[in-house]
């Protein structure tokens, strides 16, 4: 007689059915963009939302994404009325995805009244994809850095 169990490993040991999976990553595409799909609707004049830097005014200093409003999280509550138009989504960044700063950004943008997502990777996978940052030098790019981006510029493809 064989054993017709199936065993598994760590990876499908617990499983979403299909209809759970589509729910999450439906859900999960209201709450996340990426660099760039940001990029792109940037460099198209396309752009129907804007874009929050929530880092220090240092950090901002170093390199910000062009034509990006810095807002630093603590400053929301009072600043975001001034800065942001409440009827134009918001799409907030910190410095990577080790940080929670640009989560902490959306929920104050969020508890006020404002569309939100978060741009997955921040400023760190804008430079690493090789996006122009603006300093107060002026503009720089670096190239794309091959683990995280096509080196020749072109569409991941996905």
């Known amino acids: 007689m064989t054993n017709t169990a199936m065993t598994h490993t ?35 004049g396309t752009a129907d939302f804007t874009v929050v830097d929530c880092r220090s005014t240092a950090a901002w200093d170093q390199g910000h994404v062009p034509g990006a409003v810095h807002l630093p999280t603590a400053q929301i509550p009072q600043l975001a009325g001034a800065f942001l138009d409440a009827a134009v989504p ?6 990577g995805p080790g940080c929670d700063g640009a989560a902490r950004a959306a929920l104050a943008l969020a508890r006020r009244g404002y569309q939100v997502k978060e741009m997955l ?24 850095d091959p683990l995280t981006a096509p080196v020749d ?3 991941c493809g996905c």
């Open 90 to 95: 918001v799409v907030v960044h910190c410095w």
């Open 10 to 44: 760590a990876v499908t040991a617990t499983l979403a059915t299909p209809a759970e999976a589509a729910a999450h990553f439906a859900a999960r595409l209201t709450f996340y963009t990426d660099v760039a799909d940001v990029h792109a609707a940037l460099a198209a």
């Open 153 to 155: 510029g072109a569409d």
């Open 121 to 144: 990777g921040g400023i760190e996978y804008w430079i690493r994809e090789g996006y122009e940052v603006e300093t107060w030098q002026g503009r720089t790019q670096s190239a794309p």
